[in-house]
């Protein structure tokens, strides 16, 4: 698995059967005869191996001593630190106003610099940086880290109960994908213990299945010229758009055709949608200096997904933009199915 913040490290996507029943209550027995020098306090510890692999890979940090205290519940503002060492690096930008909240507690912290550069991508925590994680929050963090939080609302309506313990609430749109991704699991009882606390171990193995889950999801195949190349072109078309006083789908159409903008009917009707709705005036859009997961999903055809706060009313968001192009140079915005 390649980390996306420049490390590279080779681990096996194989998941062992201890650890696929890992943040579900693992057995001590599975662990055997792990070994490792890494830390001083993981020798024989059931998720040594993954915490050698995560620290070798510059994704956790021990203590000064020389130890990691596996067992000790993993902090917010820790497991958040892990989280940014694992998805992309992203210039981000200030915080607005009402972004400033997400990073109230951290101030004077050593994770305020943190805090900030997470919520400029609309990846924020409960506020508590040195309070417990439990695992609801553990979910919450995985799937906005993943670009992933639009998995949620296949559930939004469900009747089903994947755990006994995990009523059919909003929750659910929380927990389920992210079992149904394979980042979490349940235990063998049927639980999921949404209000468990997650130890630093667990948090380790967190971090190796969104590595993994994350090169799944969006292959690293794109040139880095190519990549600023395909969000540039996406910022100057929103920046045009933006600067317009666009009130109806009607008047953006014409300004597209004025303006002779790259840019197909499907890319208009995908995004701009809302304003066929007389109702509906307000949509919030990305800068497009927040975290980017960009893929080429064919020989022509790029996709990129922006992870990115969308105010307010929206919260943490992500959007899927999707773009034509033969040469990686010039492109054309187009629809999903095009």
Known sequence: ?????????????????????????????????????????????????????????????GFPD????????????????????????????PLSEVEQKFITKARGRWSEALYKKLAAAGIY???????????????????????????????????????SDVPVTKDVMRIYPVYKMSLMSGYPDGTFRPDEQVSRAQ?????????????????DNVEETTRQALLTNLRNFFGKVNQQPVHSYAQLSQFVDEQDLNVTPAFLDEHFAYLKNESVHTQTFPRF?????????SDTKYRVTMQYYGGE???????????????GKTFLLIGKNE
């Open 66 to 93: 020389g130890t990691f205290h596996p067992d000790e519940p993993v902090t917010e503002e820790q497991f958040m630190a892990m989280l940014q060492r694992v998805i992309p690096s992203y210039t981000g930008h």
């Open 289 to 297: 200096d927040e975290l980017a997961y960009i893929t080429r999903i």
């Open 125 to 163: 925590g409960n506020g508590q940086p040195d309070g417990n994680l439990t695992r609801l929050q553990a979910a919450r963090l995985l799937l906005m880290a993943s670009a992933s939080q639009s998995e949620g609302e296949k559930y939004r309506y469900t009747t089903a109960r994947f755990f």
């Open 313 to 327: 009313l929206l919260g943490s968001v992500d959007h899927s933009f999707y773009l034509l192009s033969k040469d």
């Open 203 to 219: 948090a380790a193995v967190l971090a190796k299945r969104l590595g993994q889950q994350i090169e799944q999801l969006f292959p």
């Open 1 to 61: 698995m390649r980390l996306r913040n420049g490390w590279v490290k080779k681990i096996t996507l194989l998941v062992t059967a201890s650890l696929a029943i890992l943040v579900s209550g693992i057995s001590a027995d599975a662990a055997a005869s792990r070994n490792t020098s890494t830390f001083s306090d993981i020798n024989g510890h059931w998720a040594s191996a993954e915490i050698s692999e995560m620290a070798e890979a510059g994704v956790l940090k």
